[in-house]
């Protein structure tokens, strides 16, 4: 417990750097929890902020709810908090989802998958009136970087790698559509030049470069509250 301080009243100790981005990816996403209403359709991400979604999305207490999950992992979480866990199949189309990233830069672009459920998360972002993404401040960089996460096919494997050279598997299990997830290490330069040469490589199943179009909205968690972005979505402004 932290001593009494000049004050004499019991002081909180500073957070350390990995309690601040837990607190700040926690505002994100309560924030993004205010987005939701009853009987929405919501996708759910994957990763560690979207752990702090779901509790917030379960306290509001909606009814009506129907999720779609991107990972096992995100599916179960929901499950044992009492949400409904449909497939994208079953439901259609959605009114919301939302994800974190691994990197947002200036212009919106996202680099996601470093939790290796990307093809999942690109194809419920797509399906998704608005697409909501939630992270904190040390996501926001100037440049994208490598790595750039990947999703191959199992066949010729080597072949494929070598076609995205610089690129290399990543020491995980295959996802859960049977594709192996590796990263391209090479310059990023224009992402949507990068993003066009990865999706025309054949063996590819889905690269981890979402483009602004697909983004709604950013929340990021800053030391001084959430910050809330426009994504490069045309008819974002109407949506959310
Ligand atoms: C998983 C993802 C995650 O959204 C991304 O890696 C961010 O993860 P976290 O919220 O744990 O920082 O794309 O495939």
């Known amino acids: 417990m932290a001593s009494p301080g ?11 750097d990995a309690a601040l981005r837990e607190a700040q990816k926690a505002a994100a996403a309560r924030a993004s929890a205010e987005l ?3 009987g929405m359709r919501v996708g759910l ?15 509001r207490g909606l009814s009506g709810l129907r999720c779609v999950a991107t990972s096992p992992a995100t599916e179960q979480a929901a499950l044992a908090l009492g949400m ?18 691994d990197q947002v830069d200036p212009a919106g672009w996202l680099i996601k998958g470093g939790g290796g459920a990307h093809t999942r998360e690109k194809i419920v972002a797509a399906h998704a009136r608005s697409f909501v993404v939630i992270a904190s401040a040390e996501k926001v960089v ?13 066949f010729a494997v080597q072949s494929t790698l ?10 995980l299990p295959p996802s859960p559509d049977g ?3 590796a990263d391209y290490l090479g310059e990023i330069g224009d992402p ?3 993003a066009a040469r990865l999706a025309g490589t054949p063996g590819l199943v889905e690269h981890g470069l979402f483009e602004p179009e697909l983004v709604s909205m950013i929340l990021i968690g800053t030391a001084d509250g959430v910050e809330r972005r426009a994504g490069g979505d045309p008819s974002a402004a109407a949506q959310v």
């Open 162 to 171: 070598r076609a995205l050279a610089p690129a290399s598997l990543r020491d």
């Open 179 to 181: 594709g192996l997830i």
């Open 36 to 38: 939701i209403e009853d």
């Open 6 to 16: 000049a004050t004499g009243r019991h002081e909180q100790p500073p957070l350390n």
């Open 45 to 59: 991400g994957t990763g560690s902020t979207v752990a702090h979604l779901l509790p917030a999305i379960a306290r």
């Open 84 to 101: 409904t866990v449909e497939g994208l199949d079953e439901i259609g189309e959605l009114d919301i989802a939302i994800d974190g990233a």
């Open 142 to 154: 100037e440049e994208l970087t490598a790595p750039v996460p990947l999703e191959l096919v199992d």
């Open 192 to 194: 949507s030049a990068l």
